[in-house]
């Protein structure tokens, strides 16, 4: 029986649960004392370089610095702190078992596993932008936003290696786009959630009429299709605006 403990544990796939386990805990009790920060942030770096090699540096990095943001600083001040601290660490766990799986080369279909863990710390860096008191430090925060989403666009271009000599470029225009846009919502008074969703809208838009165009699919059905999605959007989430001066 042990003998077999021991194998199943050499497997990739249960080594790696095990390690997003270990990682939900101590983001759990993060949230408690900065001691067990500290020792995440140390075994959440041995986890990652241990294993396979991959370009997903950026990834893991906003993943861990928005967990532990989000947890131990109770950004979105919940009601009941326990129950969120233990809901906000699975799902973070999760997170990371699936960045551990796609450097690892266990999913099947790696290219969606990644999309959807890409656009998630899209969602994720825009709830915390979004939650942060800007009035302080103003440059600051837009500066971080900036690096953060220049960060998510270029790691899937290098993934897919477009553009080698222009992928810094590319990734710095799009993510000057979305600060702007960024900047534009902050100043309308829609309140926190339909700015996140508007914000987060915007950028999956914007990447998927990348995506089409670096693959040559590119065409006035997709461009008119994103288009229409995004007045949707936005007229829903006007409406549903309480407009306050």
Request: glycine share 4%; charged share 10%.
């Amino acid at each position: 029986m042990l003998k077999k403990l021991k194998s199943a544990l050499k497997g990739p796939a249960l080594l790696s649960a095990l390690k997003a386990a270990v990682f939900a805990v101590l983001l759990f009790l993060a949230a408690s004392h900065w001691l067990f920060a500290v020792i995440l942030v140390l075994a959440s770096l041995f986890f990652y370089f241990s294993g396979q090699s991959g370009n997903f540096f950026y990834s893991f990095l906003i993943l861990l610095a928005s967990s532990l943001i989000i947890v131990k600083f109770s950004i979105l001040n919940p009601p009941a702190g326990g129950q969120f601290s233990i809901l906000i660490s699975l799902v973070f766990g999760a997170l990371f078992f699936i960045l551990l799986a796609i450097k690892n080369l266990f999913f099947i279909n790696r290219e969606n596993y990644y999309h959807f863990f890409n656009n998630f710390l899209f969602f994720t860096v825009f709830l915390i932008f979004f939650q942060i008191d800007k009035t302080r430090f103003f440059w600051l925060w837009y500066l971080v936003l900036f690096f953060a989403v220049f960060a998510l666009f270029k790691e899937p271009l290098v993934q897919r290696n477009y553009f080698p000599s222009k992928i810094d470029l590319l990734a710095a225009c799009l993510a000057m786009v979305i600060i702007q846009y960024a900047w534009a919502l902050s100043l309308l008074p829609i309140g926190f959630l339909n700015s996140l969703v508007l914000m987060t809208t915007g950028a999956l838009i914007l990447k998927d009429l990348l995506a089409n165009y670096l693959n040559g699919l590119l065409s006035r059905r997709i461009v008119l299709k994103n288009i229409t999605l995004f007045v949707i959007f936005s007229l829903i989430v006007f409406i549903a605006s309480t407009w306050q001066p």
